[in-house]
């Protein structure tokens, strides 16, 4: 059973890519609203792309980075999401 | 089972496009919220799911271990995508965003 490391890069290179489509609608999204939803977007590709990048690379810490990464945009997105309701 | 990685990997990032163009395409906040947060979610427990399958695939402790903590990072990712999709979905209704083209808002009628 062997499977090439070669399609975890490539996914992780089109998880890059992804990235910078949505950093798009970061850009020019017209509400504060739009750029929210495209933080959390990038967010959810950047930890997906390092758990990919973690069995491309056989490093174990890259998923431990991506566990610390997704809890803490956690605490970043509803922050903003609070900061925007007029609660804070 | 090498398959079965290939086949993960694919869906995952046939989804995450899909997510991610959604948020360029749709018209409004509501609309963008709905395709690029569930269509990302989704695609991101299939690579996560092809990690931990090539983990448990290649059978040694190192990988093993690999795979536990993708799990862990799955069910991280799991509670906090939704959760915090819902609170950027309030947060944009409390703060006045209307749907495009909508004629009646049954939730400012009940309130």
Known sequence: MIIDPLVFFVAAALFLFFMFISMVRLGLGPTTGDRIVALDTVNTLVVAGMIVLAAAFDEVVFVDVAIIYALLSFVGTLYVARYLEGGL | ?111
Do not use: C, W
């Not at chain 2, 089972?1 to 948020?23: E, H």
């Not at chain 2, 690579?47 to 402790?61: C, N, S």
């Not at chain 2, 979905?89 to 409390?94: G, H, I, L, V």
């Open chain 2, 1 to 111: 089972m090498s398959v079965l990685v290939y086949v993960l990997i694919a869906i995952g990032l046939l989804f995450n496009a899909l997510g991610s163009f959604a948020l360029i395409r749709f018209p409004d906040v509501y609309t963008r919220l709905h395709g690029a947060t569930k269509a990302t979610t989704f695609g991101s427990i299939f690579t996560t799911a092809a990690v931990i399958a090539y983990g448990f695939a290649r059978g040694d402790a190192a990988h093993q271990t690999l795979a536990i903590h993708a799990i862990v990072a799955l069910i991280a990712l799991l509670i906090t995508n939704p959760t915090g999709a819902h609170a950027i979905a309030r947060a944009a209704y409390r703060s006045g965003v209307k749907p495009k083209r909508a004629v009646v808002d049954k939730l400012e009628e009940r309130s």
